[in-house]
């Protein structure tokens, strides 16, 4: 079965613009977590969702947002994007909430210029 | 808090050398852990994981146990190839309260024929 997907791979963006990221988690999956990767801070979580409900939240300020629908798909936003933004967004998906083995989708690279 | 320290990198091996790579953690219960591998530009893939203490993962020639006792979950491979050649992430997700990992820092291997 198809595995994590996310789109788009690759973007470039302007200082002050602001960026959709879009996953869609393996089917049956109901937990969707974001993750930022730079060559500086590694991985860092983002957020989960469970259940279309925000369940954590990583140390991130509020031009981070994300939503989960119905289906389980999710989006990621960053508003008023920074050059310091420019990052590898992974997605990642579980079958439930605690316990699951996760998996990653291929990435969003984000630039800002 | 959770964290997961992991040996520090780079590591270059000759083709069929013997590796390991360490990794220990911090946390409360019984977390799953895991190894995940990014090759240049991708994702991350999963590559084993563990679940219980002495459990042991392995996938492609790669193994890790699960030691409680010593808090860690070393990756080890009899005879590495320069197709191994990618970055090495040991992480682990809690036992409940969601499927949010935490990472190490990663450790570069690159193996030379």
């Known amino acids: 079965k198809a595995g994590v997907t996310q789109t788009p791979r690759y973007l470039i963006k302007t200082r002050g613009q602001q960026v959709t990221l879009s996953c869609s988690p393996i089917?049956?999956?109901?937990?969707v977590s974001w993750y930022q990767q730079t060559p500086g801070q590694g991985l860092q979580f983002l957020f989960e969702?469970?259940?279309?409900?925000?369940?954590n939240k990583g140390n991130f300020p509020g031009r981070f947002s994300g939503r989960q629908f119905s289906n389980s798909r999710s989006e990621m936003n960053v508003s008023t994007l920074e050059l310091g933004d420019s990052a590898l967004y992974l997605c990642?998906?579980?079958?439930?909430?605690?316990?699951?083995?996760?998996?990653f989708g291929e990435g969003s690279w984000l630039t800002v210029v | 808090g959770n964290s997961v320290t992991q040996m520090e990198g780079p590591v270059t091996l000759s083709e069929e050398a013997f590796l390991t790579i360490n990794c220990t953690y911090t946390a409360t219960g019984y977390p799953s852990l895991f190894w995940y591998v990014q090759y240049p530009g991708e994702g991350l893939q999963l590559l084993l994981k563990a679940t219980k203490a002495d459990d042991k993962g392995s996938n492609k020639g790669f193994e890790a146990t699960y030691r409680k006792e010593t808090t860690s979950f070393h990756l080890e491979k009899g005879s590495v190839q320069v197709s191994d050649s990618a970055v090495y992430f040991c992480?682990?997700?809690?036992?409940?309260?969601?499927?949010?990992?935490?990472f190490g820092e990663g450790t570069q291997l690159t193996v030379n024929p």
């Open positions: 990642a998906s579980a079958l439930g909430y605690s316990g699951n083995t996760i998996y």
């Open positions: 969702y469970f259940s279309e409900t925000q369940r």
């Open positions: 992480a682990l997700s809690p036992e409940t309260s969601g499927s949010r990992l935490t």
């Open positions: 089917s049956g999956h109901r937990s």
